[in-house]
């Protein structure tokens, strides 16, 4: 049993001992349960994929003459104004304005706000263009202007979710090509996508969300911050293996660190076919090792968790919670599944290569002494589950 | 009896007037065998030619003279389609939408994505696929 408190202070000495959730397996393979837990302090876990519940709040300072922005776009990005006079949130996954969309379908989505928080972070310069009213204390009615993310009083990365535990497998029944978050789809089963870092992602390494909670610092492309709430449609009152991984969407983290400090490489802006704009962001998150249990459960591999298979050309958009069938990680990795009898060939949207990279990243900050852990100051649910949002022909 | 060799072509027709009919004479007077990806070649627009060329070293270096003597613009480096190593993010959305494999992951264990080039026909799948527009192409 170690202490928070204990494991910090190996951290700020530089004697950590400190694994990624990639090698954690065979070292415990290799040391046993007991031995592992006492010398292992910390394990790393990382994802790297699309994030559309993710975007930022931004604070431009006031011009001269000042202006109450009512209505703003950042390189023809429209951004919500609803708040104080010069801060406005960025959602990653606005369109450009003048985007036909999926007028003639299926668009192309080239550009958009995870492509304006891409450029941010990467330090471009940005157009904004905002109206207003005008106020007696806010006169100026128009602004239009140039700036970098050096000239913000504050650019703060808010994501209402990310880090989904677990995810779909996305297939297509139909006889036509289908355009999905999950990329394309190919008639008839021709190809499946999934989306996850499998045995290396943070919550599936701490299913019962033992040590990830409110307060929990993490690496967010390359930033230190937290976890600030649980995530939204987080649900871990989920269907779970006997070992406890969850085999559905199950549990999500809302979280929060400054944009001035991320890596442009690891802050990325999607765009995908048919579908829309979003961002991909690389996330870490460090996995104290207090006890057996926890380091039991951050050994999990690809073999055991499972993910469920789904039409999305109509389950999934009907919403009739059929599940043609669960895979695993390990054969989904390997880049085909077979699914009544039909070999399917597998592609993903989750970057492994990245997950790992950030992983090994993280691990290298903690054992420098540079990344300290900290303990959550509310754990997240375990029995909440997803609701569904009712259409009524009358007030409640 | 010289070796046979294939040659990967991108020619580039500024405002060509498409009066001579180049892959005809790639066959007939060169021997050459040939093998096109994609063409764009309209009267009084600027156009493209995309292709593989087999044969001798010295009957391909003779069509070479001939295209050029064409007023057509070469491009040996074979690039119609790139792929940006930097913009990669090696996630594996486009491995199963390449029909010949140019895209590929090469390690199972860090799941890294490269880019065969000599292995492209061009189909542009990937351009259509990739969501961080890691590929592009010339044209």
């Not at chain 2, 593989?52 to 690039?79: H, L, Q």
Request: hydrophobic share 35%; proline share 5%; glycine share 8%.
């Amino acid at each position: 049993m170690k202490t928070y408190e204990q494991i910090n202070d190996r951290i700020a000495s530089g004697k950590a001992v400190v694994l990624t959730a990639d090698e954690i397996m065979d070292y415990v393979d290799r040391k046993g349960l007991e031995a592992a837990a006492k010398e292992v302090d910390v394990v790393t876990t990382a994802t790297f994929g699309p994030m559309c519940s993710s975007g930022c709040f931004i604070n431009f300072g006031h011009s001269k003459p000042k202006i109450r922005m009512s209505e703003a776009w950042i390189e023809d990005v429209l951004v919500y104004t609803g708040i104080a006079a010069v801060d406005i949130y960025l959602g990653a996954t606005q369109l450009r304005h003048g985007d036909p969309a999926n007028m003639y379908p299926p668009g192309e989505f080239r550009y958009g706000g995870g492509h304006v928080i891409e450029d941010l972070v990467a330090g471009k310069s940005l157009q904004l263009f905002a109206l207003s009213y005008g106020t007696d204390d806010y006169p100026r009615r128009e602004i239009r202007t140039y700036f970098t993310i050096d000239d913000l009083n504050q650019a703060i990365m808010v994501n209402p979710r990310n880090c989904y535990q677990n995810y779909n497998v996305a297939v297509n029944d139909s006889d036509r090509t289908i355009y999905t978050y999950l990329g394309v789809l190919d008639p008839r089963r021709g190809n499946a996508t999934y989306c996850s870092a499998g045995q290396l992602s943070p919550l599936l390494n701490d299913p019962f969300y033992e040590t990830i909670g409110i307060g929990t610092r993490v690496w967010l492309a390359g930033a230190h911050g937290h976890v600030y709430a649980e995530g939204t449609q987080h649900a871990g009152a989920c269907e779970r293996t006997p070992d406890g991984v969850p085999t559905e969407g199950a549990g999500t983290l809302a979280l929060t660190a400054d944009m001035k400090k991320m890596r442009p490489e690891f802050v990325r802006g999607v765009s995908l076919r048919g579908y829309g704009v979003s961002l991909a962001l690389g996330v870490g998150v460090p996995i104290p090792i207090l006890n057996e249990q926890i380091l039991r459960h951050a050994c999990v591999r690809d073999r055991d968790i499972l993910a469920p298979v789904i039409d999305y050309s109509s389950d999934y958009p009907q919403k009739t919670g059929r599940v043609i069938c669960h895979v695993s990680y390990e054969q989904l990795r390997t880049g085909e599944i077979r699914i009544e009898g039909k070999k399917i060939a597998v592609g993903s949207l989750s970057s492994y290569h990245k997950a790992l990279e950030i992983a090994n990243l993280l691990a290298d900050e903690i054992r420098r002494g540079e990344f300290l852990l900290s303990a959550p100051i509310q754990k997240l649910p375990k029995d909440t589950a997803m609701k569904s949002l009712v259409i009524r022909k009358k007030p409640v | 009896m010289s070796q046979t060799l294939t040659k990967k072509l991108v020619l580039f027709f500024p405002r060509y007037d498409c009066e001579k009919p180049i892959i005809y004479h790639l066959v007939k007077d060169h021997n050459l065998i040939v093998n096109v990806y994609r063409a764009k070649v309209t009267p009084e627009e600027e156009g493209y030619l995309v292709l593989d060329v087999r044969g001798t070293e010295p009957d391909i270096e003779k069509a070479m003279e001939f295209i050029k003597s064409c007023d057509v613009t070469v491009n040996n480096n074979g690039k119609g389609v790139t792929w940006d190593e930097h913009r990669c993010t090696h996630c594996g959305q486009c491995v199963t939408h390449c029909p010949t494999d140019a895209l590929h992951i090469v390690d199972a264990g860090t799941r890294r994505v490269e880019f065969d080039e000599a292995e492209c026909i061009e189909c542009l799948n990937c351009i259509r696929v990739c969501p961080f527009n890691a590929c592009a192409s010339a044209f």
